[in-house]
């Protein structure tokens, strides 16, 4: 079982759909958890951290819970230029070993 | 404003031969990372360091070395390349802690022939 699993998708949904997107993470001493967005053929780049109450940067809301190890991500009205691979990551035993999923990719059409 | 900096960007290797990767950071961090990204797969860690001078195995170190002679740099070798090792690699960088999460380079996308 890989460490960090995602659906890969694709997921095709129209412009100001609301789309959302879990990852499931196997070792329950998991410390810190984000979620990044990587462009085609571009470098991974942070989206968002996940905190434990649940946080939100405008249209994006990400969500985490321990008890089933999974975390989530929330994307509202959502517009072309979302359209990416969101990868999910976990820190297992330090924050410097972090441990990414393979990614779900979405395509937003108009 | 550089950031992370890798160099070369595109890389065509004959089975056997060696290269290094360089990567170089201006935001002083402490830590520095390589890993490399194939389809499915996610990124994985090759090596990573914590300080000048200092380097460790991640997840899939074999074939590779790295070096850290200064902070800001850190190099990733491949002493006889394989075409196993045909994939993209990626440098990252942070501070200690990853509250802020990592800056990436561009990426390399190596082939081996």
């Known amino acids: 079982r890989k460490e960090v699993e995602q659906d890969p998708g694709p997921f095709n949904v129209p412009e100001g759909a609301t789309v959302a997107f879990n990852c499931t993470y196997s070792?329950?001493?998991?410390?810190?958890f984000f979620w990044y967005r990587q462009d085609c053929r571009k470098e991974p780049k942070l989206l968002m951290s996940?905190?434990?109450s649940g946080n939100e940067d405008g249209r994006f809301t990400a969500q985490l819970n321990r008890a089933s190890q999974y975390i989530s991500l929330l994307i509202r009205d959502s517009k072309l230029s979302d359209s990416a691979t969101y990868l999910c990551?976990?820190?297992?035993?330090?924050?410097?070993?972090?441990?990414f999923g393979a990614g779900t990719r979405l395509t937003v059409k108009p | 404003n550089a950031g992370v900096t890798q160099t070369p960007k595109f890389r065509v290797l004959k089975t056997g031969q060696s290269m290094t990767l360089l990567c170089a950071q201006d935001?002083?961090?402490?830590?520095m990372y390589w890993y490399r990204q194939d389809p499915g797969m996610g990124l994985r860690l090759i090596h990573y360091?914590?300080?000048?001078?200092?380097?460790a195995k991640g997840e899939v170190p074999d074939g590779y070395n790295v070096s850290r002679l200064k902070k800001q740099n850190f190099l990733l070798g491949l002493e006889s390349a394989a075409p196993s090792q045909t994939s993209v690699y990626f440098c990252?960088?942070?501070?200690?802690?990853?509250?802020?999460?990592?800056?990436f380079g561009s990426g390399t996308r190596l082939t081996v022939v």
């Open positions: 990252a960088s942070s501070s200690p802690g990853t509250v802020y999460g990592y800056t």
């Open positions: 070792n329950s001493a998991s410390q810190s």
């Open positions: 996940v905190y434990s």
């Open positions: 990551v976990v820190t297992p035993y330090n924050n410097n070993d972090m441990r």
């Open positions: 935001m002083n961090h402490e830590y």
């Open positions: 360091s914590v300080g000048e001078g200092t380097t």
